[in-house]
């Protein structure tokens, strides 16, 4: 029997895509939570935080009227105009989450994965809030705080830096759990307010803010590090 036409060729594929469907299950799955997101093509959606564009490409397949991608870092936001091709309906925006260089009510979506951890939570929500719109929704990503965390600090594989910066994190995680605030480390030079969230202080924090929980679940991209994932809309 000859062999199939191609064969080589598509074992290579099959085995190209099953490296990235291992790989994809260690990371976030962009295209799950953006189909919850219910996207349509009268919508204009905001990845806020977007970095190397993780959401931007699941957000274009639903081809919204315009999809804006926010970052504070213009290397992130450069390198990711030069992958995505570019047409009438996205712009690139660098600005901070925390002060946003929008009018208000003036998205009906917006993804924010793995940012506000970065940030005083209950700042950056307040914030999210005023720009989106009366019926709007949210997707919001953040790694959560749990005792697996310890296995990140001492994990032979992280160098003194590394420790020291998810120490600060689950140090942060803690605080915020005990006595409800989050506090700037004086031990790391970047992401000050790095914090792995408790998820009863989450909860609360979102509710504070005017949102209702749509939609809350625990995603476990690598064993011992869990991540809320939260659908919002405004209450
Ligand atoms: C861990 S990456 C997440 C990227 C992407 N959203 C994802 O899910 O893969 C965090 C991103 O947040 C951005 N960021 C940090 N602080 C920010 C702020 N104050 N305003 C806007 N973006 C910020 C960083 O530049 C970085 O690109």
Redesign the pocket.
């Known amino acids: 029997m000859g062999r199939p036409p191609g064969g080589r060729q598509a074992r290579r594929v099959s085995l190209a895509q099953s490296a990235r469907q291992i790989f994809s299950r260690q990371t976030?799955d962009a295209g799950r939570a953006i189909d919850r997101l219910g996207i349509d093509p009268s919508h204009v959606v905001l990845d806020?935080?977007?970095?190397?564009g993780?959401?931007s490409r699941a957000i274009a397949w639903r081809k919204p009227a315009l999809a804006v991608d926010?970052?504070?870092?213009l290397e992130?936001l450069r390198g990711l105009a030069r992958q995505i091709s570019k047409n009438g309906s996205r712009s690139y925006v660098c600005?901070?989450?925390?002060a946003l260089p929008f009018r208000e009510e003036c998205f009906d979506r917006v993804v924010c994965?793995?940012?506000f951890y970065?940030?005083p939570l209950e700042r950056a929500l307040q914030e999210l809030y005023m720009l989106m719109k009366r019926e709007g929704r949210a997707y919001l990503?953040v790694p959560m705080l749990a005792t697996g965390r310890a296995r990140e600090i001492l994990s032979p594989r992280v160098g003194i830096r590394g420790r020291l910066y998810v120490a600060s994190h689950v140090f942060n995680g803690l605080l915020y759990s005990m006595a409800g605030r989050q506090i700037r480390s004086p031990f790391v030079r970047r992401d000050r307010w790095a914090c792995y969230v408790p998820r009863r202080r989450f909860v609360q924090a979102v509710r504070r803010a005017g949102f209702r929980i749509e939609t809350l679940e625990i995603d476990y991209p690598k064993p011992h590090t869990p991540s809320i994932e939260a659908w919002l809309v405004k209450d």
């Open positions: 976030h806020l935080g977007c970095g190397n993780h959401h926010l970052d504070v870092s992130q600005g901070d989450a925390l994965s793995l940012v970065l940030l990503r």
